[in-house]
């Protein structure tokens, strides 16, 4: 990594207060431009999230915003309505009033004398949601966006659902995530003294819990097709860089923008890389000068600089070689390759059929297939990827190639089709597509789900009829991947997959015919990269960090830990989410976080599935810290978040509890309890 501390402009960083529409709530910016941009205007860069620029972001932030704001930008970091220091109350996630904000702040910075009038939006995750959504409500002044790691489908291709089943490892735990970071305190620092407790007070009055929602929207309807940009497309006027990694769960969705918007407004970019921005170095790699080429894109798209960045191929993806399975890689080998258009004449399907016999095979695998799983959102975390899939591979129904003669590289998403029975009216089923390396360990390449009930549609739920065949087709996530000569292609079939799969409330059965079932795969033919320019990045460079001292836990516990109480026949998973602990920061806030995930289920029994969220959260400053500033900052301020969050089920319902407590310097300012229940639909 190179840090750059001298730049083409000088940079200066200032906290401002953006009006809203309805003219009583502000949200809070903070903006780093050229010193000389009222003389010398710039575009405009926003990036729009609940997630605390004055403490969670802020490492990622002083990579980035100074980086730009040096180049020619004012780069600005804005807390959504009710977050971080932004006035007003949290609301859902992507509803109507985060986006109608997210429009005002385009327009109020198009109209500041320091720039242009071009805007772009960049983000991650939730930042690149909202930039999409945004986008497609067309505000005049955004020109371009950035979107990483983001979805076009917030119903099947997010932390809710996946193909039609309840996402269990996500739907708990984000659900608990965002219930403890919306109950975090505005910074005194940055509100005053005098309004942070109100304005606390009023955020923790206002609270509900996403899982409520989330889960009495069991199919795809209005609820999730509000900011779902795959709806219509055609709504998007600014150009688009999409960029996913090969190991995040959303990297679907470059691959649908690059094929449904316009050749002349899009471009698509998948790396190896986890659910991070690609030039910050976590695992896996290899990292690339994300600062650099979106730079290229906004030059292009806001100041009407010719950077060639159009000449591009339309799709630049990178191809996996094998690997031994492990749970982290520093960096995969593999290659670039470009696309000139997606789909891609250069892939063409090819159809293997799963077997040559007539007789049935059974699916019925214990309840706590999954285990092996990994992480859902890999975080370049030591513990993330699936381990060796042996033992998946054993509780499953496996389909294997004979050895392969020649390398199969393939580029997009895998289906399976499978002609099957179920024993019961409501089933899953879970395709998984496997390398099997002569030493027969087995590396997950990709894998897909789809609930039995939604096989008509997601908007529906379908029981099945016991003792009728039916053809169903399970799409795998994308994945650019060669299996080389010598090794085998497998598919595991299975009908549990737990904690990612919440299990339906009777076990069942799956009978699938494999001569009529077969695995498609999408080959890319590699000879028309012979004699094209190879695809080059160059090495990462960011602003210099910011000056955080991280501690070490002083009572270490396992990322993820797999318990089994062999009496009992139960399984239990626990998960440290591990999204950076507790910091030091230089203006003297203490900032200390602390999570724990666990999923429990017993072998034979889907009703025994429970899963649960707990997190504790405390900010100071003061109090003995040692900053000799501290009174500047907010003397002696010290507040705690506490929170769990429990979903469970029986036949018939799901059972949500949900619970905090919030103090200020010791003492209790609101406590909190939701008892739900609602019916299973479809889940």
């Known amino acids: ?95 109507a009033q985060e986006l109608a904000d997210g429009v005002d702040v385009v327009n109020w910075l198009a109209e500041q004398p320091w720039c242009t009038g071009a805007v772009g939006m960049f983000g991650i995750s939730w930042g690149g949601f909202n930039a999409l959504q945004i986008a497609a409500l067309a505000p005049e002044p955004l020109k371009a966006i950035v979107t990483v790691c983001s979805t076009d489908d917030r119903y099947d291709n997010d932390v809710h659902y996946t193909g039609g089943a309840v996402l269990g490892i996500d739907m708990l735990a984000w659900a608990g995530t965002m219930l403890a970071f919306a109950s975090r305190p505005p910074d005194p620092a940055n509100v005053g003294r005098d309004r942070w407790l109100p304005m606390w007070r009023e955020r923790l009055d206002a609270l509900e819990p996403f899982l409520h929602t989330w889960l009495a929207h069991q199919e795809r309807d209005d609820y999730w097709r509000h900011g779902s940009v795959c709806e219509d497309y055609s709504a998007i006027d600014a150009a688009v860089l999409a960029v996913g990694g090969w190991n995040d769960p959303y990297r679907d969705t470059v691959l649908r923008l690059v094929e449904h918007l316009p050749e002349d407004r899009v471009r698509g970019l998948i790396g190896p890389w986890s659910h991070q921005y ?103 975390n030591a513990s993330d990827l699936p381990p060796d899939q042996r033992e998946e591979d054993g509780r499953s129904v496996c389909f294997d190639s004979a050895p392969l003669e020649t390398r199969v590289e393939i580029l997009g998403r895998p289906r399976v089709r499978l002609r099957l029975d179920s024993a019961t009216p409501r089933a899953h089923v879970i395709a998984r597509l496997c390398d099997v390396a002569p030493d027969g360990s087995s590396t997950l390449v990709t894998r897909g789900v789809l609930n039995l009930l939604s ?56 009978t699938v015919l494999p001569a009529d079932s077969a695995l498609l795969l999408p080959v890319r033919d590699p000879a028309p990269d012979e004699g094209r320019e190879p695809i080059r990045f160059e090495e990462p460079e960011q602003a210099p960090p910011l000056p955080v001292t991280y501690d070490q836990p002083a009572d270490p516990q396992p990322e993820r830990l797999v318990t089994h109480d062999v009496a009992k026949g139960e399984w239990t998973l626990e998960v440290d989410p591990n999204y950076g602990g507790s910091r030091t920061y230089p203006d003297g806030l203490r900032y200390e976080e602390s999570a724990r995930e666990t999923y429990r289920i017993r072998t034979d029994d889907p009703l025994s599935a429970t899963a649960v969220s707990e997190w504790t959260i405390r900010l100071r400053r003061g109090n003995g810290l040692g900053h000799d500033h501290a009174e500047d900052q907010g003397d002696d301020w010290d507040a705690e978040i506490v929170t769990r969050t429990e979903l469970r089920a029986t036949a018939a319902d799901f059972i949500m509890d949900s619970r905090i407590e919030a103090r200020a310097n010791g003492e209790t300012v609101a406590k909190r309890a939701w008892h739900r229940t609602t019916p299973r639909t479809s889940a």
């Open 1 to 95: 990594m190179k840090y750059r501390e001298q730049f083409p402009r000088q940079v200066r960083r200032e906290d401002v207060w953006i009006p809203t529409r309805d003219g009583r709530t502000r949200l809070h910016a903070r903006i780093w431009r050229p010193v000389d941009a009222e003389t010398d205007p710039v575009p405009a860069l926003l990036e729009y999230l609940p997630y605390r620029k004055s403490d969670w972001t802020a490492p990622r932030d002083a990579q980035r915003h100074p980086w730009y704001a040096g180049h020619g930008y004012a780069s600005v970091r804005v807390d959504i309505r009710g977050h971080g220091d932004s006035e007003g109350t949290p609301g859902d996630e992507y509803d």
């Open 278 to 380: 690609p030039d910050r170095g976590l695992p896996p790699g290899p990292a690339i000068g994300f600062l650099q080429e979106t730079l290229r894109w906004w030059d292009q798209h806001l100041k009407g600089a010719d950077t060639g960045v159009m000449r591009e191929p339309q799709l630049r993806a990178w191809i996996n070689d094998p690997v031994p399975p492990a749970t982290s890689y520093d960096a995969t080998p593999g290659r670039w390759v470009g696309e000139a258009a997606w789909p891609s004449p250069s892939v063409t399907w090819d159809e293997r059929p799963l077997g040559d016999s007539g007789d049935p095979v059974l699916v019925r695998s214990p309840q706590h297939t999954g285990l092996d799983s990994g992480r859902f959102f890999p975080f370049g």
């Open 455 to 510: 096989r008509n549609g997601r908007d529906q739920a379908v029981e099945w009829t016991p003792g009728t065949y039916e053809d169903v087709e399970v799409e795998l996530t994308g994945i650019g991947y060669a299996f080389p000569p010598g090794h085998r292609i497998r598919v595991a079939v299975s009908d549990a997959y737990w904690p990612w799969v919440w299990p339906h409330g009777e076990r069942g059965r799956l």
